[in-house]
């Protein structure tokens, strides 16, 4: 497997839209209290979330490519402030345990390290508890647990 990587700014983020859409739709199955928050969602409204949340922040797509399909993605963002985030990253099931996803991490915590990140934290869905493991290998450690109320709650 012939695996080739691209990096860049906020230009690539609508090449990982599909990938995006089924990390959504693994959300959607995994989150029971938030099923229908995340079936409602689409990667409009997300590419506008990750823009709107940089504001004078910079944003870094690394995208991989087994040919001419992208396989897997992770997007990560730093504010104007030195905030890190991992926002979103995702690999296909058939190209996992390949050493993709791991390569993909190491290359956004770098272009964290580089843009002086003084933060860097990964927001997970509940529910996605398999992986959890994956983050702790690269020194992410539980800080908080949110709680909230669903949309349908309120």
């Not at 995006?20 to 995340?38: A, D, G």
């Not at 969602?41 to 995208?63: M, N, P």
């Not at 087994?66 to 058939?94: M, Q, R």
């Amino acid at each position: 497997m012939d695996v080739l990587y691209t990096e860049g700014n906020g230009k690539l983020l609508d090449q990982v839209g599909p990938l995006w859409e089924m990390l959504n739709v693994q959300h959607t199955r995994q989150c029971e209290p938030f099923r229908v928050w995340f079936s409602k969602r689409t990667f409009e409204d997300r590419r506008a979330d990750l823009l709107e949340k940089l504001g004078e922040g910079q944003v870094h797509v690394v995208l991989a490519r087994d040919g001419e399909h992208a396989v897997g993605y992770c997007v990560s963002t730093v504010s104007a402030s030195g905030k890190g985030e991992i926002d979103s990253l995702f690999l296909l099931p058939h190209y996992r345990g390949q050493g993709i996803g791991d390569e993909l991490m190491l290359r956004s915590l770098n272009w964290l390290k580089m843009k002086q990140a003084k933060r860097i934290s990964v927001l997970i869905a509940a529910g996605n508890v398999d992986v959890l493991s994956f983050y702790a290998r690269y020194g992410f450690a539980h800080r908080a647990v949110i709680m909230e109320i669903p949309e349908e709650g309120v």
